[in-house]
């Protein structure tokens, strides 16, 4: 799936599904997001062909995009959740996904969250340290209950991906170093309340080739066999997230491949497989519409001003990500050069710099492509700027799924103290 796979133009206007985004612009103020249905059931359909010939369950990493209409359109496809927190577990449960499809990753859960899980029933704790699978026993243990463990496993390996999304080298904060694994595995099958039942792994994300997958998965698989050996029923492999997606012109391997290579180097222990995938399901079903405040000629460039900011989507500032800005009307224009820039009052608030775009004026929508997983869900009222809302579309229907909140709703969150 290219960005501009289900946001086509048809007569330089950009569609998605069977609507004009021009049309939800007349309905909904700039700026929104837009994700396609139909898109998002294309991108888990692929994952679900792909590995049909394997023990596999898809768990959509929440993290992406945790929009209620997103988790119940992959919950009704059946797909399970992989979560961080107590909210989304919460999330993922009101969005109908079953607690039995619900693996909680997380870095360091706490007593709270890990009693709620116990009370659900979840199908397995991705545990990151001891002090963590203690905590776990202990609270298992007072509950009368069984948790189902993993140890997420670093592994070491580089994943060849920008160094903030990078997480399975040993230099980073994630997992049981993979030289400690099998005495973190003695100790937890000697711990009350526990049952031993998987390895987990997860390196990085927006990863655009295959070999730090399979190098990884190697070694994992090693620890399985070792572990075996150990006496340790290991039934599960779950192989975390970050197949990248193609932003500009990356060259992603496909499902099938990455399947292919699951099978490869896993299929021989016989192992239920877990997937967490979360951009390369969400990351292209969903854009950013936004519209032109100004065009400002500045003394070396000009400044393609929109009323979209960093609060909005964070990714170009945090991580100097590309997105692609497209006129969603190209009508005649011809392409011009401007660094396109938010309203908020940092200098951070770039999407890009010298980027071709059709010539604009203000109150011209430009749509910021590839902004389904990690758009929405990354946002903030910084600068008191309202969140934006998100719409669904679905054929020639659209909803919006989640409201634009009102100053109203943002300042009566604030309490001055009675003593004040
Ligand atoms: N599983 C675990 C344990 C994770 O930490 C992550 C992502 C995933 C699965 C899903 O990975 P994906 O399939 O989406 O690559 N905000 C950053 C991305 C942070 C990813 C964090 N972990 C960005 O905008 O690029």
């Known amino acids: 799936m290219t960005p501009v796979s289900y946001f086509p133009h048809k007569n330089n206007e950009m569609y998605v599904d069977d609507i004009a985004i021009s049309d939800i612009a007349k309905q909904v103020k ?83 969250e890990i009693h709620y899980a116990l009370t659900l029933g979840i199908l397995q704790f991705n545990v990151e340290s001891e002090p963590e699978l203690e905590l776990i026993s202990k609270v298992a243990t007072s509950l009368n209950k069984t948790a189902a463990i993993a140890f997420r496993i670093n592994p070491d390996v580089c994943a060849q991906t920008h160094a ?108 239920k497989i877990i997937l967490e995938p979360g951009r390369s399901l969400l990351g292209n079903a969903g854009i950013l519409v936004s519209s032109v405040a100004f065009v400002k000629n500045g003394e070396e460039r000009q400044f393609l001003m929109l009323d979209a900011g960093m609060n909005d989507l964070i990714r170009p500032s945090m991580y100097d990500a590309y997105h692609q800005i497209i006129a969603v009307n190209k009508g005649t224009k011809v392409l011009k050069t401007y660094d396109v820039v938010g309203p908020v009052c940092e200098t951070g608030d770039t999407f890009a710099k010298a980027r071709q775009v059709h010539a604009s004026d203000a109150g011209d929508l430009i749509a910021i492509m590839s902004s389904g997983a990690y758009g929405a869900v990354m946002s903030s009222s910084y600068n008191t700027r309202l969140l934006a809302p998100e719409v669904m579309v679905k054929g020639s229907e659209f909803s919006i799924v989640r409201k634009r909140p009102s100053y109203e709703d943002i300042i009566k969150q604030d309490i001055i103290p009675s003593w004040l």
């Open 164 to 271: 903030k999304i990078s997480t399975g080298k040993a230099e980073n904060k994630f997992g049981v170093p993979i030289s400690k694994a099998r005495i973190a595995y003695k100790q937890a099958a000697a711990l009350p309340g526990i049952k031993v039942q998987g390895v987990d792994v997860h390196i990085g994300s927006q990863l655009t080739n295959l070999a730090p997958f399979a190098e990884a998965y190697q070694r994992i698989a090693e620890l399985v066999t070792e572990l075996r050996a150990d006496g340790h029923d290991i039934r599960v492999v779950d192989v975390g997230g970050g197949l990248g997606i193609t932003y500009l012109d990356e060259v992603i391997p496909s499902k099938q491949t990455y399947a292919d290579l699951v099978k490869t180097q896993l299929g021989h222990l016989n192992c």
């Open 30 to 112: 700039t700026p929104f997001y837009c994700y396609s249905s139909t898109a998002i059931e294309a991108s888990y359909q692929e994952y679900k062909n792909a590995f049909s010939a394997q023990d596999a369950l898809v768990c959509f990493a929440v993290k992406a995009n945790s929009n209620q209409a997103v988790l119940a359109t992959l919950a009704k496809l059946g797909s399970g959740a992989d979560v961080v927190s107590m909210g989304e577990i919460r999330r993922a449960i009101t969005a109908g996904i079953p607690a039995n499809k619900i693996v909680y990753s997380g870095v360091a859960k706490s007593q709270e």
